[in-house]
Structures are given as structure tokens and as C-alpha cells.
């Protein structure tokens, strides 16, 4: 079993920042990627940024420019820094680990943006 620990979220006005931790513990040889997803009020999960092993990233045109996404592969964590929030970025905040055991998921973190 592998559990996920997100800490980070909150409540900040347009324009402000906030940075997302998710650290991965338990039965992890690996680590193979890492990513954040977000859903929103009456919207499905959708990608915000992966990172796979060898540090290739992915993220979705919404946030680039204003999310960076980087792993600190010792400690088995992963960050997600936000920056400009945008009313629009309001959502659960999701970690997402994948390992050679399969696929797991954070319990979310709310993050809220007022305009």
C-alpha cells in the first residue's frame, strides 16, 4: 500500500500564490509519476501537471505559465507552485502516484480563489 499526505491548500485572493505538497509513503520501489489533478464544483477531474520519473512534464494549457510542478525524488515528494490564482483555479486539488503496485490517489485539498 502506498499513502499520500497533501498539505498546502487554503483560501487566497485572485493573484496570490499558494504551493501544494503530496508526500508518498509505504511500499514504493519506484515511483514512476507523479501529478496533481483538481476538480471543481459539478465539473469531472481533469489533469493540472505530471511529472514522470525521468522529469518530463505535462500540464494543461490553463496553467502554464502559472503552475510549476517539480518532485523531490528523496523525500518521495511532489510540489505544485501557484502562482496568479485565478478565480477559475478554485477546486479540490488531487495527488496522484504512480508506482509499480498500481495507481493511487491523494484525499484532496481544498484550494479557493476570491475575486
Known amino acids: 500500500q502506498v499513502q499520500l499526505v497533501e498539505s498546502g491548500g487554503g483560501a487566497v485572493q485572485a493573484g496570490g500564490s499558494l504551493r501544494l505538497s503530496c508526500a508518498a509513503s509505504?511500499?514504493?520501489?519506484?515511483?514512476?509519476?507523479m501529478g496533481w489533478y483538481r476538480q471543481a464544483p459539478g465539473k469531472q477531474r481533469e489533469l493540472v501537471a505530471t511529472?514522470?520519473?525521468?522529469?518530463?512534464?505535462n500540464s494543461a494549457d490553463s496553467v502554464k505559465g502559472r503552475f510549476t510542478i517539480s518532485r523531490d525524488n528523496a523525500k518521495n515528494t511532489v510540489y505544485l507552485q501557484m502562482n496568479s490564482l485565478k478565480p477559475e483555479d478554485t477546486a479540490v486539488y488531487y495527488c496522484?502516484?504512480?508506482?509499480?503496485?498500481?495507481?493511487?490517489w491523494g484525499q484532496g485539498t481544498q484550494v479557493t480563489v476570491s475575486s
Open positions: 511529472m514522470t520519473s525521468g522529469g518530463t512534464t
Open positions: 509505504g511500499r514504493i520501489s519506484s515511483i514512476n509519476a
Open positions: 496522484r502516484v504512480l508506482v509499480a503496485s498500481g495507481l493511487y
